[in-house]
RNA sequence: GGAGAGUUGGCAGAGUGGUCGAAUGCACUAGUCUUGAAAACUAGCGUACCGCAAGGUACCGAGAGUUCGAAUCUCUCACUCUCCGCCA
């Protein structure tokens, strides 16, 4: 969440720049910045009565101590007197801290100023195109008809043990999984991340670290029993490594990559947008996620972009990168690139990555701060990008690659597979 | 699942209801000494909020209670550890 300080500071500022995403904060910024005057002074009030209050209690044990208990006893009664109105005025600044929170928590992050304005995810910028799409032989085939010719992905099957957006790798659909792992996961230890197997369950606080709590309740699997949640990314579990942390300025950067399955519930979500791996419940995910110092964070941004248009070159995936709109925007995102590979039978783009900034919008919540050179704690800035996602490249990988005698497995991965055709 | 023990500052660890934001040790930072380092010595060393500042307030797992006053007493909850059982 933002910080009441810097709105105190630059309340017109955050008003104007929440407009590209189009979040009208004028009426629950005023309010807030009120809130908050209010707050300050019942605080002031308070702190005073408790010094006050304090004395008294210090004057009474002097006085027992000198064994005047009389004169303690008087003390006592002005104490009373003194503290029989704390007890509103505690509520008071409790509910007033409570309700900024409660405001300051439906306030998204502030776009980035090159963030383009726009409402959907027509409305983002296309920066860029690389590759060519491939021309396909007369007769192909999507990847859920590839899978089932093949016998590399079984839905049904899923559907069976699970059910739908469950779906079983099986036999080289399987080890090309597995291939692709592991290529991924090299790929971001050369680049110098720190490869984490984290838990896939999470408690309820990390959840609100990272943002997903409250915002996106309905979006994690949730076990009642222990109040657990399945990841949606391993964004959560990585970035809350650092929850209440204050890290050295020395640390940065901090870079850290995990291989997790990730578990989302998509609901509300239908039609030809789920038809086999583009949309589910379970797929798997190699994410990077850094911790950054503010100067440096957008040039690491730079940097996780290029990793992974480095992974998608190496693929021979046509790819584009796009600058979302201030409407498509993540929530927690000050700044966010999407990465989309072509996938050629179904001739859609399908986002494989998606790279963001969070400033200090997550480290405000997490508290995640360094001491800087005067040794003030300094709030951090967190990032995060796919790195990547699976279904999709997967989807892709099939589509673009299937010739009458199979599919092919680009070069790169064939090290890692053990052969070359499906 | 059963039984027990515990939760104090970066770590270890003390703490009789008032002098405790909290002893001590280690770690860390700066200085002295040294050709340099180590050792030794000296000093500093939690976090957050309010305030221009002086200063003030809060925090000893969380929440509530007793009291003029709680790290210390009472209650509730959470978590951790140990042993036994079960198990990949």
New binding site residues.
């Given amino acids: 969440m933002l910080e009441?300080?810097k709105i105190r500071e630059n309340k017109d500022e955050i008003i104007a720049a929440l407009k590209v995403r189009n979040f009208d904060a004028d009426k629950s910024i005023q309010e807030v910045l009120r809130l908050d005057n209010e707050w300050?002074s019942a605080?002031?009030e308070?702190?005073?009565l408790?010094?006050e209050?304090?004395k008294?209690?210090?004057e009474?044990?002097d006085l027992?101590k000198s064994g005047q208990a009389d004169k303690a006893n008087e003390v006592?009664a002005k104490?009373?007197a003194l503290?029989a109105n704390e007890p509103v005025l505690k509520d008071k600044v409790a509910a007033l801290a409570e309700e900024i929170n409660a405001i300051l928590y439906l306030i998204p992050n502030v776009p980035n100023k090159i963030v383009p304005p726009g409402n959907a995810d027509t409305d983002n910028v296309v920066e860029m195109e690389h590759g060519t799409k491939p021309s396909l032989p007369k007769n192909a085939l999507p990847h859920w008809e590839l899978a089932k010719k093949y016998d590399i992905i079984d839905f049904e099957l899923g559907v069976k043990v699970t059910g739908a957006g469950f779906p079983f790798y099986l036999g080289k659909g399987a080890r090309l999984q597995r291939a692709l792992i592991n290529f991924f996961l090299d790929h971001a230890r050369d680049a110098g991340y720190k490869e984490v197997i984290p838990p896939l369950l999470v408690n309820e606080e990390s959840g609100r670290g990272t943002g997903q709590l409250p915002d996106k309740e309905g979006q994690m699997y949730h076990t009642p029993t222990d109040d657990f949640y399945l990841i949606p990314t391993s964004e959560v579990p990585l970035t809350n490594i650092y929850r209440d942390v204050?890290v050295k300025e020395s640390d940065f950067p901090i870079k850290l990559t995990a291989y997790t399955p990730c578990f989302r519930r998509e609901a509300g979500s239908y039609g030809s947008d789920v038809r086999g791996l583009n949309r589910l419940h379970q797929f798997d995910k190699v994410e990077i996620v850094r911790i950054e110092h503010p100067d440096r964070s957008y040039q690491a941004l730079e940097e996780m972009v290029n990793h992974v248009e480095e992974l998608l070159k190496a693929l021979e995936l046509p790819y584009r990168k796009l600058r979302l709109c201030g409407g498509d925007l993540g929530f927690t995102s000050a700044l966010t690139y999407d990465l989309e590979v072509y996938s050629a039978a179904q001739d859609k783009w399908l986002e494989v990555s998606s790279v963001s900034n969070f400033e200090t919008f997550q480290a405000n919540r997490l508290k995640l701060?360094y001491?800087d050179a005067d040794k003030k704690?300094v709030l951090a800035h967190t990032l995060n990008g796919s790195a990547l996602a699976l279904p999709r490249i997967l989807a892709a990988l099939l589509e673009n690659n299937q010739t009458e005698n199979g599919i092919n497995i680009p070069k790169v991965l064939v090290p890692y597979t053990g052969f070359e055709c499906i």
């Fill in positions: 009441i300080t300050r605080k002031g308070l702190d005073g408790a010094a209050a304090n008294l209690t210090k009474i044990g027992y006592k104490s009373a503290k204050i701060r001491k704690s």
